[in-house]
């Protein structure tokens, strides 16, 4: 499986925010990841489902929607709604509502996924490896770009890349979230992900195209 390249809009300029999604579309992202905080799980605040609406209007782009809320489940269906492509959620926010939201998103033909913060441990979520589509491993702290990379985090990739392997689970997609740069996206990707995000890399950078194609 290539890469999947998903710039986080966390660190676009959301005054020019259409323009700058072309932009990375353009330069070989298939996919935007669109962080939604709630002020509460995390202490920041971003945006939410009329925002990806809106972008949903962006051609030959998926929309990669993290939701970083409380009660996910309250406001799934809203999602689901504005069109998303990939919705991931917090186990830490689901728990026992987990799979039954797995199930919800898929059954509306988006892509389910399930992230999990730093101290959570990847046997905490070992069931969720067989029926999500996706996994998520944060490598810092949820809540606001920039942050350095935890690399003891990183391990965790290959714990799931194994587990996955052990089920036959070799479409998983494996995202890791949190200070990826080229040297921290080499590292993942050698353990085992295939799908990084990164925000202030690309989007700060002087050179976005180098950017974007230093991480395939």
């Not at 926010?93 to 797995?102: F, G, H």
């Not at 919800?104 to 730093?118: F, T, Y």
Request: charged letters at 25%.
């Amino acid at each position: 499986m290539e890469t999947i390249i998903s710039p986080s809009i966390l660190s676009a300029d959301f005054a020019n925010l259409e323009n700058e999604i072309i932009k990375v579309r353009d330069l070989g992202a298939k996919w935007v990841h669109i962080d939604v905080m709630d002020g509460h799980f995390v202490p920041n605040i971003t945006i939410g489902a009329p925002v990806v609406k809106s972008l949903r209007k962006i051609d030959n782009i998926k929309l990669d929607v993290h939701l970083m809320i409380e009660n996910p489940k309250k406001y799934v269906e809203d999602f689901i709604a504005a069109k998303s492509d990939i919705i991931t959620f917090h186990y830490e926010a689901a728990r026992e509502k987990t799979q039954e939201l797995i199930d919800k998103i898929q059954a509306s033909n988006i892509l389910a996924g399930v992230s999990i913060k730093p101290k959570t441990k990847v046997d905490e979520i070992k069931e969720y490896i067989k029926t999500a589509d996706l996994i998520l491993v944060m490598t810092v702290e949820p809540g606001f770009g920039g942050q350095a990379f935890m690399e003891d985090c990183a391990e965790k990739i290959s714990q799931i890349k194994e587990i996955a392997k052990n089920i036959g689970r070799d479409d998983l997609i494996i995202q890791v979230d949190g200070g990826i740069n080229e040297k921290t996206g080499k590292i993942c990707k050698n353990l085992g992900a295939n799908s990084l995000v990164a925000g202030s890399y690309i989007f700060n950078s002087s050179n976005v195209k180098e950017a974007i194609n230093s991480l395939f």
